[in-house]
Nanobody
Framework: QALLVESGGGVVQPGGSLRLSCAAS????????ITWFRQSPGKGREGISC????????SYANSVKGRFTISRDFTRNTVDLQMDNLKTEGPAVYYC???????????????????????WGQGTQGTGTS
């Protein structure tokens, strides 16, 4: 069974930074797409950044371009999201999720829509204060 575990949430002031990590096991990490989602109270789950692990391609929501960076940490075997210059916002839960390969040997391309993802972590909470 696929297992994804998020970490790195916390409290940060507007303009500050957080670094989130997604550790994965139970599936072929290198052929998957891993995407970070954000969900604020009363809002839907929003895809903000994706990494297709096999080819290294990335995708970002327009709202975070230039401020967030997704990357693979080869030392810790995680997919990380560096979030800089955070905007004023209330609490949100950040989830990482896995999209399966299209076929046994064709890596999953990036996508930011919830419907493409089959496996989810439990989430980690971050709160921006003002």
């Amino acid at each position: 069974q696929a297992l994804l575990v998020e970490s790195g949430g916390g409290v940060v002031q507007p303009g500050g930074s957080l670094r989130l990590s997604c550790a994965a096991s139970g599936f072929n990490f290198n052929t998957s797409a891993i995407t970070w989602f954000r969900q604020s109270p009363g809002k839907g789950r929003e895809g903000i950044s994706c990494l297709s692990v096999g080819d290294g391609s990335t995708s970002y929501a327009n709202s975070v371009k230039g401020r967030f960076t997704i990357s693979r940490d080869f030392t810790r075997n995680t997919v990380d999201l560096q979030m800089d210059n955070l905007k004023t916002e209330g609490p949100a839960v950040y989830y990482c999720a896995r999209r399966r390969p299209l076929t046994r040997n064709v890596p999953a391309p990036c996508a930011l829509a919830v419907a493409f993802y089959e496996s989810w972590g439990q989430g980690t909470q971050g709160t921006g204060t003002s």
